[in-house]
């Protein structure tokens, strides 16, 4: 006879936080996010460790090399998409891990023979009014010069005249080195009153530009996480197919951390991905899932998961419930799931975080996912909303929308995300193309969740993630009680479209 769970699948909109004692210790301030990100011994500390507990689902209108550098600005990690070729995957790890906080690879360049003319053209269509005058144009040609807007007067040049005429010659400017720390160069800057250092090899090739302005942003970065080379850290999603030649092209490319995709991990192919993982690259880090209890968590534990991913028809462009029938409610398998990972490590010493995967609709719900046992949280739909995401910015009607689609929908057709051996090939959906309303940036965001989530833990007088755990008192709710926690009986001015 088949198995029946005894308790009822539940999301998380079916739970509250009841609060406990807060000290005066208890304050946001004194709250630290830190979660481990891969698996530990006891005793020892995680390799890798977030700052931040969140991570950027492995989709194509997530998470690419804009999102990562945005998220691990802020403690965060995305993992980039695997449904793209090796080439382009590796190449978008290859951006992340090229930029340095605080040093841009120039994308306003132009050559000394070029015309004043031409200069214009370039301003228009980069917006940017410092112009690097290189041998071939290029961001890492010969530097011979730089040209801003304060080295000619519009009306006064013949636009046929060359760049070179106007430019600050090369024996005149004031460089960097590639040696340089930015704490180096922002010194240079205000030593000499620049707005713009260029930093150039010892050939005499540019290498980067540091802007004033960067240096004061990147120290409103305190969180952001990075690698001993001070590069941000990067995750990536492969596929039970091709990993023997997308692992090691990534790898080159300078990943830090795998994760397999996959809508169900219950699998052999996990396992044996996980072991050609282990076997030629010892050190690396690989993720898996998604399972929705204790059994599924297990067997990739066993296997040699790094961390495992729960979650199954939950998330917001997800159709697998209705199509295929499987799934458990989110709040349910996180439960299930944290008792099985604490049991895991009692008895092997072995501790193997968690990540609850899609369904985090509201920021309280993230707040929950932690409460209830989850070391960090993936998101789809919440950074997708954001001006770093990649899909498209559209206007309707006045109001900003980015495009938001399933790995599953024929728009993705990433059919390695649901392979179930034999030929594969994409035969029906599993998830549907959508929008979601435009957020602004991601940091602007991330603050305010953050803040939220931080105001419930101090609620409960947790200061950190596994004191939450301990402490956490959780409810389930009644249907009436859920009305009764949103506004009620009063008519809401300015009604929000984005409900957060
Ligand atoms: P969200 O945060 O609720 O939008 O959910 C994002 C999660 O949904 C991802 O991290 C994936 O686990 C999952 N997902 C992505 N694409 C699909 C799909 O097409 N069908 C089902 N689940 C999907």
């Known amino acids: 006879m088949a198995k029946y769970f005894k308790e009822e699948s539940r999301t998380f909109n079916e739970y509250l936080l009841v609060p406990g004692l807060s000290t005066k210790k208890n304050t946001p301030e004194n709250i630290d996010l830190s979660t481990?990100?891969?698996?530990?011994?006891?005793?020892?500390?995680?390799?890798?460790?977030?700052?931040?507990?969140?991570?950027?689902?492995?989709?194509?209108?997530?998470?690419?090399?804009?999102?990562?550098?945005?998220?691990?600005?802020?403690?965060?990690v995305s993992f980039i998409y695997g449904s793209q070729?090796?080439?382009?995957?590796?190449?978008?790890?290859?951006?992340?891990?090229?930029?340095?906080?605080?040093?841009?690879?120039?994308?306003?360049?132009?050559?000394?023979e070029d015309t004043i003319e031409d200069l214009l053209a370039l301003i228009e269509k980069t917006s940017h009014s410092t112009v690097a005058v290189t041998d071939n144009g290029g961001p890492n040609g010969k530097l011979m010069g730089l040209i801003t807007s304060r080295d000619y007067r519009i009306n006064k040049v013949d636009l046929n005249d060359p760049v070179s005429m106007y430019m600050t010659p090369i024996d005149k400017l004031i460089c960097g080195s590639t040696k340089d720390d930015l704490s180096t160069c922002n010194d240079i800057i205000w030593d000499h009153k620049l707005n713009t250092l260029p930093v150039i090899d010892d050939k005499g090739n540019l290498a980067y530009m540091v802007f004033r302005k960067?240096?004061?942003s990147h120290k409103d970065n305190p969180n952001e996480l990075l690698d001993d080379e001070k590069r941000y850290i990067v995750g990536a999603g492969i596929n039970t197919r091709d990993y023997k030649e997308r692992v090691p092209a990534l790898i080159e490319a300078g990943v830090d951390v795998l994760c397999i995709d996959s809508s169900e991990g219950f699998t052999e192919y996990q396992k044996d991905t996980i072991s050609w993982i282990k076997k030629h690259y010892k050190n690396m880090k690989v993720g898996a899932g998604n399972i929705v209890d204790a059994e599924g968590f297990r067997y990739l534990a066993d296997a040699g998961a790094d961390f495992v991913k729960i979650g199954i028809g939950g998330g917001s462009i997800c159709i697998t419930r209705e199509t295929k029938g499987i799934g458990r409610g989110q709040a349910t398998a996180v439960i299930e799931v944290a008792k099985a990972r604490d049991d895991y490590f009692k008895k092997t010493g072995e501790y193997v975080p968690i990540c609850s995967d899609g369904g985090i609709v509201f920021d309280h719900h993230i707040t929950l996912a932690l409460a209830m046992g989850a070391d960090f949280v993936m998101l789809g739909r919440y950074f997708a909303r954001f001006h770093e995401s990649p899909s498209a910015l559209i206007n309707f009607n006045g109001t900003y929308y980015k495009e938001y689609w399933g790995e599953g929908s024929t728009r993705a057709r990433n059919w390695q995300r649901y392979d179930l051996g034999g030929k594969g090939g994409f035969k029906f959906e599993e998830g549907v193309d959508s929008y979601v309303p435009y957020a602004g940036h991601l940091k602007d965001n991330v603050q305010v969740t953050i803040s939220k989530v931080k105001s419930t833990m101090s609620n409960c007088g947790a200061n950190t993630l596994a004191e939450f755990r301990k402490k956490a008192r959780l409810t389930v709710v009644s249907s009436t009680s859920i009305v009764e926690g949103g506004a009620h009986d009063v008519v809401v001015k300015n009604n929000k479209l984005d409900n957060q």
Do not use: H
């Open 214 to 216: 960067d240096y004061e």
């Open 85 to 112: 070729s090796i080439e382009s995957e590796a190449e978008m790890i290859r951006k992340v891990k090229r930029y340095k906080a605080g040093f841009v690879v120039s994308d306003s360049n132009i050559r000394p």
């Open 36 to 76: 481990p990100l891969v698996r530990y011994k006891k005793g020892k500390k995680p390799t890798l460790t977030l700052k931040l507990p969140m991570v950027s689902a492995i989709m194509q209108s997530v998470s690419d090399d804009s999102m990562a550098i945005a998220l691990a600005k802020e403690g965060g």
